[in-house]
């Protein structure tokens, strides 16, 4: 595989912009903001966030992503529409040229299809980069992540029992969806 640091910095798709994001005290801050605005329903599905409480922190997690595409363990985009942050997507996880995407988007982004044509864009240009499988982790009952897999052609690969926790559901199963470039 290529390295990360060759892999496209800005993807663009006919509504959004796909971007890395630098680890800057400015970002930090208005990444701090959707986050706070956007806890309570984060929360649920993405404990991560109860961590980043400060700019601080939000720097130091910023510089975590920025740092993996150095050491080739994955790449994380912030999703833009007309400017302003809506949700991130990422690949991580990297393994005999296969991938996992984890997503999240603001509570108020839900609904309009955003995050398909994210993945879909992100898929593709994975694709063009040598990678052959992509894999979603998804924690048994998020019904919008299942749904998401399902309208951009994952099929469900295996059923991990009681192998994930998330705060609405507690300890759940994680469903594991698979999808591989056609040829």
């Known amino acids: ?65 920025a740092n993996q595409i150095k050491t080739n363990q994955g790449v994380c985009f912030y999703i833009y529409l007309n400017d302003n942050i809506i949700g991130r997507i990422r690949f991580f996880n990297i393994q005999d040229n296969g991938c996992e995407i984890g997503y999240w988007l603001i509570k108020s982004a839900n609904g309009h299809g955003y995050m398909s044509e994210a993945l879909s864009a992100l898929e593709t240009e994975l694709f063009k980069f040598g990678f052959n499988k992509i894999t979603l982790d998804i924690d048994n009952g998020n019904i919008h992540s299942e749904n998401l897999a399902k309208r951009n052609g994952y099929t469900l690969d295996k059923r991990l029992p009681m192998a994930s926790w998330a705060k609405c559901v507690g300890k759940c199963d994680s469903l594991i969806y698979i999808k591989r470039e056609s040829r």
């Open 1 to 65: 595989m290529k390295n990360l640091t060759e892999f496209p910095q800005t993807i663009k798709t006919p509504r959004l912009v796909l971007r890395v994001v630098a680890p800057t005290k400015e970002n930090a801050t208005k990444l701090l903001s959707i986050i706070d605005q956007n806890r309570d329903y984060f929360m649920d599905w993405q404990a991560h966030f109860g961590e980043l409480k400060t700019v601080e922190d939000v720097v130091a997690y910023l510089n975590k992503r």
